[in-house]
């Protein structure tokens, strides 16, 4: 995955640093209000050095901040920046596709805890108002 983080096309690099399942999850998690390791390794069910190496590296990445919460024994707690803040629409827009592509019975739902409506994301291009998917796209190289 490292080698995409050079690549001229944003998703490539974007993919470098929260492309594989583990580092989604726990985003997804850190959005839910998990903070704190073990809480992470109970939710996911992950192995201890699996997730040190993800927190470690969305850490570095900057989608979350580590945060001393205990001197004794020594303890930290994983909150999320904005730039993790602002990946909670990816997280839906996944969400959304898988909905509509796999099999939804019996799946997690969100919604809104102001409306109690649940959440159906629109993914819209700001200059034309279209859902994205709905018109035909064109790649530009880099200038």
Not at 61 to 82: F, V
Not at 107 to 121: L, N, Y
Request: a neutral charge.
């Amino acid at each position: 995955m490292q080698n995409l983080s050079d690549q001229s096309c944003l998703i490539a690099r974007s993919l470098a640093l929260v492309g594989d399942a583990w580092s989604m999850l726990i985003l997804r998690d850190a959005h839910a209000g998990l903070t704190r390791f073990d809480e992470f390794r109970k939710s996911l069910s992950i192995a201890p050095t699996i997730l040190t190496r993800r927190l470690a590296a969305l850490t570095e990445d900057g989608l979350l901040e580590k945060h001393r919460y205990s001197e004794r024994p020594p303890r930290d707690e994983y909150i999320l920046t904005a730039a993790g803040q602002d990946f909670l629409p990816v997280l839906f827009a996944i969400g959304a596709w898988g909905r509509k592509h796999r099999n939804a019975d019996g799946v997690t739902r969100f919604f809104d805890a102001e409306t109690g409506t649940e959440i159906d994301p629109v993914m819209i291009d700001r200059a034309t108002g279209a859902p994205i998917g709905t018109r035909p796209i064109r790649i530009a190289a880099p200038e």
